[in-house]
């Protein structure tokens, strides 16, 4: 059967993988975009734009004619006072709107639950169960660290910067496995249906070896820093990304991750990318 996959969320530099991917499988793609001209520029040619978003029900449900499925790649959310929250009103909207014949892919995370210390983190799981009891066709994707978004967050000028002790070590996953997995999860509904996957790369490390490993291998005119949490509370005060940031980096401090994605490989297939071949690509 043709793949017609309507894409919210492409033009993130996640999903974008997940956008490259779905057109080397010769799937029909369509991205909502709500800047046309970034859509255009960084995006595949082959991708179709449709300028708008999640608030317009109207061009929602337009967009969505004639699609097999659809793949949400919500934003962090950063503003938690915002009139329309993504991970919560766009998806109320997309299930109010999407043909109950559509099988919805979203993007959550690892470990997902009703955290009282982490505002996205429960936003990701009420969101998750909101799909679940929608009556919906769902695929749930649960990845821990995307190995692209780390020296996005630890890189701070001249420095890469841990923020705590983080002694736990991550699996981190990279977008074109992640990718990978997205699309063998579209192409075997029979194993993948109304099931949540956790997606986890090869080896754990943590952040100060893989903040080292960046510095070595992909920036050496940078210098490594460590930061106590609490001087992030600063910031925190004034600045909702850097709220965001510290829930995060205190989250992660905090959390053990294990190995819990022997049905993901199983079913989806095993990762092939290390973070030191992630790193040597940069």
Known sequence: ??????????????????????????????????DLNKGKKVLPPETNLIEGDLADKKLLTKAAQNITHLYFHPPATINRRADFIVERDGLQNILEVLPKTVVL??????????SPDFFDLRLKYRSDLQLKESGQPFV????????????????QGKRVIVFGQQPNPIWLVAT?????IVCNAIETPDKTSNQIFTIQGLE???????AR?????AQPTQKFSRISL???????????QWQFV???????????????????????????????????SL
């Open 140 to 155: 749930i994707l649960r990845p821990t660290w995307f190995m692209e978004a780390l020296p996005l967050q630890l890189t």
């Open 213 to 217: 490993t960046l510095i070595q291998i």
């Open 204 to 210: 754990p490390i943590t952040m100060e070896a893989a």
């Open 105 to 114: 892919l979203k993007l959550s995370e690892i470990g997902a639950y009703d």
């Open 246 to 280: 510290y829930e995060l980096m205190r989250h992660y401090n905090n959390r053990k991750e294990v190995f819990e994605s022997e049905k993901t490989w199983e079913v989806l297939g095993k990762p092939k990318i290390t973070f030191e071949k992630f790193v040597e």
């Open 176 to 180: 074109k496995d992640y990718a990978q």
């Open 1 to 34: 059967m043709e793949k017609h996959i309507l894409i919210v969320g492409a033009t993130g530099t996640m999903a974008n993988a997940v956008v490259r991917e779905m057109v080397e499988r010769k799937y029909t793609t369509t991205a909502l975009v709500r």
């Open 230 to 240: 609490n001087l992030l509370k600063i910031p925190a005060v004034f600045s909702g």
